[in-house]
């Protein structure tokens, strides 16, 4: 097993760039940008390719130096990196000396703004060694941040020699400027095709460490360093990659943003201590933090994933969320984690996963139960002792009706961390199944988009690891919804009318055929949907656009 990470290493502030140029005229379409060797001495990444880049110096919040900063405020920069006030303009300082210190490009631009002409930024690589800020005084220099587009944010995980706390921008290559490694830090320097060098690192020829392969794979859509350039500038959110370990029956594992995992990681384990698991076990209780608790059932399956999740929430008094199945063995490992201090029963709704061992876990506790009845056709055993209303507060979670899956259902927001407990509302890996007539689609999508007004901040989903970024994750889903109701109405143009079951192939092709006959449930909340809204009319012969909006 590996060695667990050195939690108080912090990493260090460092600032890298990605010059960009069109290559040359038959060398291949697309922008080019300019790499470097590191040499194999390195304590860092020792022998890797990689952007111009290092640590932010002191003098780089120098104010003398920040006062020649030119195209971008503090505030600006501030808000658009996210840290603290005073702290973002020397990240742009720092880009633009290491550009010059390491790969021999000059970026700044004078007093009035223009770039250097070819042969004067030549004659000034004598002052490649000397002190940024006194170079830039002495030539009255000035650090064109307005030309710099902020573009990715990595953060070294832990356990390595060394950690950086990177942020990544692009700029354009001044004209003339070929640009050299510094025979020092860095031993090669090229200019190469994005993708030229991902295929190359295939090959094993070159090694790329995973921020460098992600930033080349963004900028190998680009037909031309300009349009690369202008996206990178446009962006609004930049997402923060912090990779982390965690320990499963697998060992020691590192985990990165893409994962399912990772969110969860890191809010079970903001230390960075790497002890944190990474498995869902059924029945072993996993202390997602102070307040609560998750624990899983042995039900896992096509539609419950790892199986469904039960969270003990409190300390001195215990709220649980979802008891779960009807299964004893589930009901014990309750009981235990709730070790006597079980006060409260919350149900998010009424399918058969999550709301029948409510009457069980009362009578061994006592606790009261609540939630909304059940429809007819769901958990009959269902009976609560207090009907919760839309905003109501029980134990410091207060519910929220979110109808759609299920007319009845309801999400809890424990108010003091911000996590929101979304039942089936919203799941970790997979999209939620609606189906009529108690499901309904059209309740389902209000539903999402009256969440973004919520101030969440994690997910705990009734399957599966927790969820980060939570507004962004809502408006996938909206925008996931909305786009397979647009495959309905082209199914619907080219080859209505038809009835429900020749639709499913054609608007769930991307689809596993198995996953069919649920796909054929949404489809029909789709089709419910459209209906409703006077777009889609149901006849003998199936399902059929209607003629307005044909035309529309």
């Given at each position: 097993m590996a060695a667990l990470p050195d939690a108080k290493q912090r990493p260090r502030?460092?600032?890298?760039?990605?010059?960009?140029?069109?290559?040359?005229?038959?060398?291949?379409?697309?922008?080019?940008?300019?790499?470097?060797?590191?040499?194999?001495?390195?304590?860092?990444?020792?022998?890797?390719?990689?952007?111009?880049?290092?640590?932010?110096?002191?003098?780089?919040?120098?104010?003398?130096?920040?006062?020649?900063?030119?195209?971008?405020?503090?505030?600006?920069?501030?808000?658009?990196?996210?840290?603290?006030?005073?702290?973002?303009?020397?990240?742009?300082?720092?880009?633009?000396?290491?550009?010059?210190?390491?790969?021999?490009?000059?970026?700044?631009?004078?007093?009035?703004?223009?770039?250097?002409?070819?042969?004067?930024?030549?004659?000034?690589?004598?002052?490649?060694?000397?002190?940024?800020?006194?170079?830039?005084?002495?030539?009255?220099?000035?650090?064109?941040?307005?030309?710099?587009?902020?573009?990715?944010?990595?953060?070294?995980?832990?356990?390595?020699?060394?950690?950086?706390?990177?942020?990544?921008?692009?700029?354009?290559?001044?004209?003339?400027?070929?640009?050299?490694?510094?025979?020092?830090e860095t031993v090669h320097s090229m200019w190469v095709r994005p993708q030229d060098a991902l295929d190359r690192a295939e090959k094993g020829e070159i090694e790329l460490v995973t921020a460098t392969q992600t930033t080349l794979r963004e900028l190998a859509r680009f037909d031309d360093a300009r349009k690369a350039f202008e996206h990178a500038a446009a962006l609004v959110d930049i997402d923060e990659n912090r990779a982390c370990w965690a320990q499963g029956s697998q060992g020691t594992k590192l985990f990165r943003r893409t994962d399912p995992q990772y969110f969860e990681i890191h809010w079970s384990d903001p230390e960075e201590t790497g002890t944190s698991s990474y498995e869902i076990v059924p029945g072993v209780p996993k202390r997602l933090d102070r307040l609560v608790t998750r624990l899983t059932a042995p039900n896992p399956g096509a539609m419950t994933g790892s199986g469904t999740n039960t969270y003990l929430v409190g300390e001195a008094e215990i709220t649980v969320i979802d008891p779960g199945p009807d299964l004893d063995s589930h009901l014990v490992k309750i009981l235990e984690a709730g070790a006597g201090r079980i006060r409260r029963i919350l149900c998010t709704h009424t399918h058969l996963d999550h709301s029948p061992a409510a009457a069980k876990l009362k009578a061994a506790t006592g606790a009261q139960v609540f939630g909304r009845p059940a429809p007819a056709g769901q958990?009959?055993?269902?009976?609560?002792?207090?009907?919760?209303?839309?905003?109501?507060r029980v134990a410091g979670l207060r519910a929220i009706h979110t109808p759609g899956h299920a007319s009845n259902h309801l999400c809890y927001l424990l108010e003091e961390t911000r996590m929101l407990f979304t039942g089936d509302h919203v799941m970790q890996g997979s999209t939620v199944v609606i189906n009529p007539p108690d499901?309904?689609?059209?309740?389902?999508?209000?539903?999402?988009?009256?969440?973004?007004?919520?101030?969440?901040?994690?997910?705990?989903?009734?399957?599966?690891?927790?969820?980060?970024?939570?507004?962004?994750?809502?408006?996938?889903?909206?925008?996931?919804?909305?786009?397979?109701?647009?495959?309905?109405?082209?199914?619907?143009?080219?080859?209505?009318?038809?009835?429900?079951?020749?639709?499913?192939?054609?608007?769930?092709?991307?689809?596993?055929?198995?996953?069919?006959?649920?796909?054929?449930?949404?489809?029909?909340?789709?089709?419910?949907?459209?209906?409703?809204?006077?777009?889609?009319?149901?006849?003998?012969?199936g399902f059929a656009l209607v003629e307005s909006s044909k035309e529309a």
């Open positions: 502030p460092a600032a890298t760039i990605v010059l960009l140029r069109d290559a040359a005229p038959g060398s291949g379409a697309g922008p080019e940008v300019l790499m470097l060797q590191r040499t194999q001495n390195a304590a860092f990444l020792g022998g890797a390719w990689v952007f111009p880049g290092g640590s932010l110096d002191a003098a780089d919040a120098d104010p003398a130096v920040l006062a020649r900063v030119t195209g971008r405020t503090e505030e600006e920069a501030g808000a658009k990196m996210q840290v603290a006030a005073g702290l973002a303009l020397p990240y742009y300082v720092a880009a633009v000396r290491e550009c010059f210190e390491e790969a021999g490009i000059l970026l700044a631009t004078t007093a009035q703004g223009g770039h250097l002409a070819p042969d004067r930024a030549a004659a000034l690589m004598r002052f490649r060694d000397a002190p940024f800020n006194v170079f830039l005084a002495t030539e009255d220099l000035y650090v064109p941040a307005g030309d710099l587009a902020y573009f990715g944010h990595w953060i070294t995980a832990p356990g390595r020699a060394r950690r950086f706390d990177t942020r990544f921008f692009v700029a354009l290559a001044p004209a003339g400027q070929e640009g050299s490694h510094d025979q020092n958990d009959a055993t269902f009976q609560p002792d207090v009907v919760l209303e839309h905003g109501q499901g309904d689609m059209r309740a389902y999508l209000k539903s999402l988009e009256a969440l973004l007004a919520e101030d969440v901040v994690i997910i705990a989903p009734g399957h599966g690891f927790l969820i980060g970024m939570p507004h962004r994750e809502l408006r996938r889903l909206i925008a996931h919804r909305l786009s397979r109701e647009a495959k309905v109405r082209r199914a619907l143009e080219r080859h209505g009318p038809a009835p429900l079951e020749a639709l499913v192939p054609l608007v769930y092709d991307d689809v596993a055929s198995r996953m069919h006959r649920w796909a054929a449930r949404s489809l029909s909340a789709h089709l419910g949907k459209l209906v409703a809204e006077g777009e889609v009319v149901e006849g003998l012969d």
